[in-house]
């Protein structure tokens, strides 16, 4: 008599059935997987904006008063005799970065070529983790105002920064600048200044992803309408690197996300990252106020909010939104 062994083994259609199995199980899991690093960036992000907005506290604390979103000294002598010195610079002793802050010569500024050095440097605070390129982003330093200091600074770049102090805000070019907290001047405000009271006024907002240009998630060629440099569709603009010209304008762009508009209402929240808060979180944009805190805006958020959160004496308290 023969003895019939059985052998185990997997058919085909049994192969089939499991690979398909696994397939859906990783499709199951890779959006869980996204979500959950996107949930540890958005935390890294806040946390990034407590800190700065701590060490403007503790700046506070020191001199009686905020840094100006950015100082310009000599502004009457031409590029090699004035400087413009953002805002961060001074917080740098306040974020553990005393070495780098004492090689920044301030009275040079930040796009000078002898503050090249400090200003290349990457800070990790400076950069939100789900903006891409990272911390290795260098935005180019030049001046759109004097062809001659563009020309003279050619090369020269700078670390970058996904945030910035709120300088001023308007709807469009038609209306008066509404006071944020940092604005351009010889010396800061003082937590004082602030009468609509510091937890109804946004602080550091996100303006990410310099020196390249979005619009509405999607990287765009430089074709924007009042841009004056186009360089392989990189921003070359000055006040991307973290020690340059902060507290941007903040406007209101048109329906499409790519230009600035005189219609007030059309986009202002992750429209482009030229004119707008912007950053690569879905939904809205982390934000920190003047009290410390920090909170998560809905890019759902309506207009009258959010220029009553920028300004700083509108009079208008809000409660919730």
């Known amino acids: 008599m023969r003895r019939h062994v059985k052998r185990s083994a997997f058919t ?8 398909a199995i696994i397939a859906i199980l990783i499709g199951l899991l890779l959006p869980a997987v996204q979500k959950v690093r996107e949930a540890a960036s958005r935390m890294k992000c806040q946390n990034n904006l407590k800190q700065i907005t701590l060490a403007a506290h503790n700046y506070h604390d020191q001199y ?31 974020l553990e970065q005393v070495n780098l802050e004492r090689g920044y010569d301030y009275n040079y500024g930040f796009d000078h070529p002898n503050n090249q050095p400090p ?16 911390a290795d982003r260098k935005p180019l330093l030049l001046n759109y ?37 940092f604005p351009q001047a010889a010396t800061g405000r003082k937590l004082l200044d602030i ?23 999607k990287q765009t060629p430089m074709n924007v309408s009042g841009w004056p440099y186009n360089s392989g569709g990189k921003q070359v ?29 059309a986009c202002w929240i992750n429209c482009n990252n ?11 944009i982390c934000v920190s106020f003047a009290d410390g805190s920090v909170r998560f805006l809905r890019d759902s958020l309506p207009e009258p909010t959010f220029s009553n959160l920028i300004q700083i004496d509108d009079g208008n308290v809000l409660g919730d939104y």
């Open 12 to 19: 085909l259609i049994e192969l089939l059935v499991v690979i």
């Open 64 to 94: 009686e008063r905020l840094p100006p979103g950015h100082e310009i000294k000599n502004p009457g002598l031409g590029y090699n005799n004035r400087a413009i010195n953002g805002f961060l610079t001074k917080l740098l002793p306040n």
């Open 119 to 134: 200003v290349r440097t990457a800070v990790a605070m400076f950069v939100c983790p789900s903006a891409p390129g990272g």
């Open 145 to 181: 105002n004097d062809p001659a200091a563009t020309a003279m600074n050619a090369g020269l770049t700078g670390g970058a920064t996904d945030y910035t102090g709120v300088r001023a805000y308007r709807p469009n070019y038609s209306v008066p600048n509404r006071n944020g907290v």
């Open 195 to 217: 009468t609509d009271g510091t937890s109804n006024t946004i602080m550091m907002i996100e303006k990410a992803g310099w020196p390249d240009f979005y619009v509405k998630g």
């Open 237 to 265: 603009f000055w006040f991307g690197p973290w020690a340059g010209y902060m507290g941007e304008f903040l406007l209101t762009t048109g329906a499409d996300g790519t230009i600035e508009s005189e219609t007030a209402g």
């Open 274 to 284: 030229k004119t707008t808060p912007y950053s690569f979180h879905s939904g809205g």
